[in-house]
């Protein structure tokens, strides 16, 4: 089992950037698919970003061109850069990961505990 633990989250103007960190621990990175969620207040939570352990990626419809998810095998982290954010961007983001190669959403099944981002208006 993967342990994740999310970092960089904060408070940010709309147009603003930020750059989110997820640190895995346990089994072998590269064994894993890794991919960012979030949830805002009130809302389900929804897909963001994969990345396979070759770097094949998969977006949110929504969110391309705005977000970019990367990893650092040598160093067990996977990222999320985040531009040109808007008030609706602002929800609890998760790091997540999974055993398997994909970049299907719903196969993802480890979890951090989450890291707050909040874009002002």
């Known amino acids: 089992q993967v342990q994740l633990v999310e970092s960089g989250g904060g408070l940010v103007q709309t147009g603003g950037s930020l750059r989110l960190s997820c640190a895995a621990s346990g089994r072998a990175f590269t064994a894993y698919a890794m991919g960012w969620f979030r949830q805002a207040p009130g809302k389900e939570r929804e897909f963001v970003a994969a990345i396979t352990w070759s770097g094949s990626t998969n977006y949110a419809e929504s969110l391309k061109g705005r977000f970019t998810i990367s990893r650092e095998n040598g160093k067990n982290m996977v990222y999320l850069q985040m531009n040109s954010m808007k008030p609706e961007d602002t929800a609890v983001y998760y790091c997540?990961?999974?055993?398997?190669?994909?970049?299907?959403?719903?196969?993802?099944?480890?979890w951090g505990q989450g890291t707050q981002v909040t874009v002002s208006s």
């Open positions: 997540a990961a999974t055993n398997r190669n994909t970049l299907v959403p719903a196969l993802y099944d480890s």
